[in-house]
């Protein structure tokens, strides 16, 4: 069976997939090992994982994820510094001022970046920062914050990590809409400003038959602004159970997109949130959803895995 690592490496891109760090082994371990070169902690360097109560620190699931990837020669993307989702409670219901709160998320970055430091590729600083029209959604940062925590959090990464590259990352940003020029601007308006900005994350959540046309233009458009690119979370869900006709249309949507990435040279590679159709967030959200990533519950590889691979040049 094709290798996915060793061809987008031909390709100059990275495949990677997100993980979940209890289930490393066996054979889900032996896959991620030996198909990708980039992992993803899809929960456990989350601020809710790793700091749920003030000051008492639990690393053991973010630790595994990185051991995991140096013994296996691959990329880890750090995931994710600052989001309003699965946060402690104390941060998301206390009272801040500012000031309060600017020093709580930069000592967290701090904290956590720094822990971590020369040993991450990527991280995913802000998370999701955009509402679907392009306004910043009113999370506990942008509320006792303001505008300015991007660029808060992106200097306190710079300072706790020099090495790692530092991407903003959002879903529903893969075409060009409202959402995804809010993201064009802001990048633009960091980068006039110095604030350290290596690359933009598009998540890439995507719904069979709905892969948008724009992709590698909305791609390219970002390349040529000055910064990298990356496809993060890659999956692409359909009505259970899947018709063959439904698997052979995944296969040429997984294809366009890794095939869209490896065309633009800024591109950094693609990362699948689970390769596994076990590991999968999409039937817990989405009801009557599914089967949303390259390999079937029993890790057999799906029509979508040798998608991926003829994108990347296998015949
Ligand atoms: O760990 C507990 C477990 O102890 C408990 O028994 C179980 C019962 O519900 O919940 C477990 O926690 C769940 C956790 O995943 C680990 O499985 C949470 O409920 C569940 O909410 C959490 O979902 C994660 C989700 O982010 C949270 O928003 C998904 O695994 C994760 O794949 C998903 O990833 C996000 C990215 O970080 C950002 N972009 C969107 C993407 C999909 O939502």
């Given at each position: ?10 390709k100059?891109?990275?495949?990677g ?59 880890v ?37 720094g ?21 910043r ?13 991007i ?21 529903n940003?893969e075409g060009?809409n ?12 960091l980068k006039?400003?110095?604030v ?23 791609i ?16 692409i869900r ?29 591109c ?10 076990s ?37």
């Amino acid at each position: 069976e094709p290798v996915l690592r060793d061809l987008a490496a031909a390709k100059g891109i990275y495949y990677g997939t997100a993980v979940t760090a209890s289930k490393l082994n066996g054979t889900y371990g032996t896959i991620t090992g030996e198909q990708f070169d980039s992992i993803t902690p899809g929960n456990e360097m989350k601020w809710g994982s790793v700091e749920a109560t003030r000051g008492s620190f639990t690393w053991s699931g973010a630790d595994a994820v990185v051991a995991f990837a140096e013994a296996h020669a691959q990329k880890v993307r750090g995931h994710t510094l600052v989001w309003h989702s699965q946060l402690p409670n104390w941060v998301s219901n206390g009272s801040w001022t500012a000031d309060t709160l600017r020093t709580v998320m930069t000592d967290h970055i701090a904290t956590e970046a720094g822990r971590y430091q020369g040993r991450i590729d990527h991280w995913d600083v802000v998370n999701e920062p955009f509402n679907e029209d392009g306004t910043r959604r009113q999370s506990v940062f942008q509320t006792a914050i303001g505008d300015s925590y991007i660029a808060d959090a992106l200097r306190a990464a710079r300072a706790a990590d020099p090495a790692a590259k530092l991407y903003v990352n959002d879903y529903n940003v893969e075409g060009v809409n409202a959402k995804s020029t809010a993201l064009y601007n802001l990048v633009k308006s960091l980068k006039e400003q110095g604030v350290p900005i290596d690359g933009v994350g598009l998540q890439a959540h995507l719904i069979l038959g709905q892969v948008p046309s724009t992709l590698q233009a909305n791609i390219q458009r970002f390349a040529d602004l000055g910064v990298d690119v990356a496809i993060t979370e890659l999956d692409i869900r359909m009505t259970v159970p899947p018709t063959t006709a439904q698997l052979a249309q995944q296969k040429a949507e997984y294809k366009a997109v890794t095939a869209a990435c490896a065309a633009v040279a800024r591109c950094e590679g693609v990362t699948v949130w689970g390769f596994t159709d076990s590991d999968s967030w999409i039937p817990d959200v989405f009801t009557g959803y599914g089967a949303a990533t390259p390999y079937d519950e029993n890790f057999q590889p799906k029509p979508a895995y040798y998608g991926i691979a003829e994108a990347l040049g296998w015949v």
